[in-house]
């Protein structure tokens, strides 16, 4: 886990993430730079490497992380290994410049390719040391190892291929990395030995000796190869391993000295060197000839240019001219001042060269001297000197006037931009078709620009004033300011005039409308109401009223002529507010005022008030009319409504009187059942004999029907009632013959006396407590204990209380059934089974009964199918299987 974090680390730091130029190995960790050791390896060797390549442009650096700082070296650091020109570098002593610096030397070293992963240009200004090595080896890697190719690897492996190739043939050199395999120096030394054995007597070295072969290799490569002592053998030789980084920058350059196609074209020069003296001795003169003759005339050019003090107008030129002048310094200068040294060290080398070889001196044409042209260059850096301090002064000269200029040119801008649209707004007539409220906020609205205006005074007079500054200083552009500052005025001058005019319009605009808002609101206040009225007056007059009795709609026809008497004073008031109206139109008129829109305070109109009364004054005649048509028409429904209310109050009352007669036969016993059954017939025709009066208060209630009338206050009686109990009487007469004749044929049937009967009877209505014809539940238990059963305590009596639509045992049923049914000699061995069902569809209320033996009797006989009377069962006794249906009688339905 620690491993893959360091390397990872040191990865973000150091490489170029996905584009890496380079791979990384997995051995690397980021403690590396944090050991003192190996830091100290990184910075001497870091530091030799850069100074190899900076002496070439004549400097060096001593302390990697404080020389670099300013970018400045760092810059020409790139520009010497890339043979690349960077941008031109910040002169300027300050953090900013620095980093700007810094900045430009690391987008450089972006644009080889390389992505800088937690590098900044901040740290390298601070001089943080380990982000100043890991930029330096991100260029000795980019510029030093990237490049290496060996049998199709490259970069690291490349160059670890190429050492492995070179030292194969050495016994005692096994290169496996960059670190602990050149500890012992033997590497080293085996590469100096494979490229130049004259150097090196490989043959004394020892590998127990790692400090000689260490020393003999660095001192070697120093002195012959111009590779510069990167490291000391102590720095390798006590540390347990090595910086790979440090021993892979020393490798590369041990590459770069042997390798390639320029160290071959070296080694073959050499061969020819003694060949190519005289030849290259007199290239060396016309070179240095024509050297001399190109930066005499560039001198003689250039100092007519520096000498030049014609100033320009705008301090734009002379910026350019400074430009220029910086340009001249940084890009122009800076080759010559190469060339002259080079001329110098040509002339040294060719006066040597000639001294060697016998040859007598060279001297140069005419004015050609080095003297000569020291003393041209002495010249031309005076004219420099001078030059620079006049463009200095005359930039700050027309920089004040440039300041004075600008801030004209921004006062009258802004003077200018306030004034824009601003004579077209005083001029606008829009007062003339505002609203009152619309004119308030002009005023409030002009009441402001005249406070902005006096406030803009100040900038008028400021403007004038640094106009007037500007001429006397002479400005290149006076004519322009002058012109400029004049319109300003004479535009100020006219806006004073436009703004009293605007104000004297809009108060004499604002009094005139203030009266008619007055009026305005005047007509308002009493149209608002009048036409209220109006609209409420139409909407009762068409009102489709529905009335029910003549007190409904005599009280409708005197609100009505309630209303007509308002009419006159209503008409009165129509008057005046339409003369509000003509008075606003008069003050229209005489003053010319150009109304903008209509009566702000209502939408309603003269017109529409004068159409609404027309149309008030056509609706109170048609409101007549319809109120005469609907009282005759109710005087004609109170006519229907007595005639029918006069019959019902005497049909329902007979029905019902009719209804307690029948009750009172089919329980009383009066007579035998032939004299109830006689008499009930009489009673059934009489009630047919009524049916015409039903049928023509039938007829009446179709009248009513027809007329719309739904309540009749003379009567409770309503059509349904009366058919309702007309259906049931017929019904119950009908019901109770033939409950008697069922009586007949079950008498006659069992053959029971009358006196019986009578007994039965008398029995039955003795337990009809509430004498409702039947006997429920609790009554028929009453019937039950009275002759002797104890059906409280009976385990085997299960029974149900009397609820509503639960079984109940009527006259009929009591008198011809059960009660001769309990005195029968069954009881003595049976127990049975009833259910008892009073309709078809409720469910059956069962209980089991096991008499005691009272009497024998062998009257009892079935009932005739039809008859009123229970399904029961007889049920063994003794049975395990519980009770089993062995007979059944079939269910007598409805009483």
Same mark, same amino acid.
């Given at each position: ?484 500052? #004049?319109? %300003?005025?004479?535009? !100020? /001058?006219?806006?004073?005039? +436009?703004?009293?005019? @605007?104000?004297? *319009? $809009? ?99 003269? #017109?529409? %008030?004068?159409?609404? !009364? /027309?149309?008030?004054?056509? +609706?109170?005649?048609? @409101?007549?009319? *319809? $109120? ?99 259906? #049931? ?167």
């Amino acid at each position: 886990m620690d491993h893959h974090h360091h390397q990872q680390h040191h990865h973000n730091q150091y490489d170029g993430g996905e584009n890496d130029y380079m791979p990384q190995e997995d051995d690397w960790d980021r403690d590396m730079l944090l050991d003192p050791a190996w830091e100290k390896q990184q910075r001497k060797t870091f530091t030799a490497w850069c100074n190899s390549h900076l002496r070439k442009a004549g400097t060096q650096i001593d302390n990697i992380e404080e020389d670099f700082r300013d970018g400045l070296k760092l810059m020409l650091l790139l520009e010497v290994i890339s043979g690349e020109r960077l941008a031109k570098p910040e002169r300027g002593k300050m953090r900013v410049h620095k980093i700007s610096n810094v900045n430009k030397a690391l987008d450089f070293i972006a644009s080889k390719g390389v992505k800088l992963v937690s590098i900044g240009a901040e740290e390298i200004v601070d001089g943080n040391a380990k982000m100043t090595l890991g930029m330096i080896w991100t260029i000795i890697l980019r510029f030093a190892i990237q490049d290496i190719s060996v049998e199709e690897t490259s970069a690291k492996e490349g160059l670890l291929l190429w050492c492995q190739r070179k030292t194969a043939p050495y016994k005692n050199v096994n290169i496996q990395n960059f670190h602990i395999s050149w500890k012992d120096g033997l590497g080293f030394c085996a590469l100096i030995h494979r490229h130049r054995p004259e150097l090196i007597d490989y043959g004394k070295l020892r590998k127990d000796d790692p400090m000689t072969n260490l020393n003999t290799a660095f001192d070697v490569a120093e002195k012959y190869l111009d590779i510069p002592k990167m490291l000391d053998a102590e720095d390798i030789v006590g540390t347990a391993r090595p910086d790979e980084k440090a021993i892979m920058t020393y490798v590369s350059s041990f590459y770069h000295a042997f390798s390639g196609a320029q160290k071959a074209e070296t080694a073959a020069n050499r061969i020819c060197k003694v060949l190519a003296v005289n030849q290259e001795n007199e290239q060396l003169m016309e070179d240095y000839e024509k050297l001399a003759s190109d930066l005499l005339e560039w001198i003689r050019r250039t100092i007519p240019w520096l000498e030049n003090r014609v100033p320009e107008n705008t301090m734009q030129a002379m910026q350019q001219k400074l430009e220029d002048f910086r340009d001249y310094r940084r890009l122009h200068k800076p080759p010559k001042v190469q060339e002259k040294c080079q001329l110098e060290i040509n002339f040294n080398t060719l006066q040597t060269k000639l001294r060697l070889s016998n040859r007598p001196a060279f001297m140069p044409s005419e004015g050609k001297m080095v003297s000569d042209i020291s003393n041209a260059w002495g010249g031309l850096e005076g004219a420099e000197k001078g030059y620079e301090e006049w463009l200095l002064n005359e930039i700050r000269r027309l920089e004040r006037l440039d300041h004075l200029a600008e801030k004209f040119r921004q006062k009258a801008a802004i003077h200018e931009a306030w004034t824009d649209g601003k004579e077209e707004m005083l001029q606008d007539k829009d007062f003339e078709t505002a609203t009152l409220s619309e004119i308030k906020a002009l005023l409030k609205k002009h009441e402001a620009f005249e406070s902005d205006l006096a406030a803009h005074q100040d900038r008028v007079e400021q403007i004038a004033a640094i106009a007037q500054e500007l001429n006397e200083l002479e400005y290149y552009d006076s004519p322009s300011v002058n012109a400029r500052c #004049q319109r %300003i005025c004479d535009q !100020w /001058d006219l806006l004073g005039v +436009l703004t009293q005019k @605007r104000s004297e *319009a $809009l108060q004499r605009t604002e009094k005139l409308l203030e009266t008619i808002d007055q009026l305005y609101l005047e007509f308002a206040k009493r149209a608002a109401p009048f036409n209220n009225w109006m609209e409420g007056a139409m909407e009762d007059l068409q009102d489709t009223f529905i009335v029910h009795t003549i007190e409904e709609i005599q009280g409708l026809s005197t609100a009505h002529e309630q209303f007509k008497a308002t009419l006159p004073e209503a008409d009165k008031e129509r008057q005046a507010i339409l003369g509000i109206h003509n008075e606003i139109a008069k003050i229209v008129q005489t003053y010319h005022v150009n109304m903008a829109g209509t009566n702000p305070y209502t939408t309603i109109n003269p #017109q529409e %008030i004068n159409a609404k !009364w /027309d149309k008030v004054r056509q +609706l109170v005649p048609q @409101r007549d009319q *319809a $109120l005469v048509e609907e009282h005759a028409r109710q005087q004609n429904n109170e006519r229907l409504r007595r005639q029918f209310a006069n019959q019902a109050n005497v049909i329902g009352p007979w029905i019902q009187t009719k209804m307690e007669e029948i009750g009172r036969i089919s329980i009383e016993m009066h007579g035998t059942l032939e004299d109830q059954l006689t008499h009930l017939r009489q009673y059934e025709k009489s009630i047919v004999n009524y049916k015409p009066k039903i049928d023509q208060l039938e007829g009446d209630h179709q009248l009513i029907q027809e007329a719309l009338i739904f309540d009749n206050k003379h009567t409770n009686y309503t059509m349904e009632h009366i058919r309702v109990g007309w259906e #049931q009487l017929l019904t119950t007469i009908a019901r109770t013959i033939n409950e008697i004749e069922n009586q007949i044929l079950t008498r006659d049937a069992k053959g029971i006396s009358q006196d019986q009967m009578n007994e039965f009877r008398a029995s039955f209505n003795h337990f009809d407590r509430d004498h409702s014809g039947a006997l429920g539940a609790e009554e028929f238990k009453a019937c039950l204990i009275s002759l002797g059963f104890d059906i409280g305590n009976d385990a085997q009596v299960h029974t149900h209380r009397h609820q509503p639509g639960s079984s109940a045992i009527n006259h009929t049923l009591f008198v011809f059934v059960f009660f001769p049914f309990l005195l029968s000699s069954f009881f003595r061995s049976r127990s049975y089974f009833f259910q008892f069902s009073l309709n078809p569809s409720s469910k059956m209320t069962p209980f089991t009964y096991t008499p005691p033996i009272l009497f024998r009797s062998s009257s009892f006989s079935p009932l005739l199918p039809g008859s009123v009377c229970p399904s029961w069962v007889p049920v063994e006794e003794n049975r395990h299987d519980g009770c089993r249906r062995l007979q059944s009688l079939p269910h007598l339905h409805g009483l």
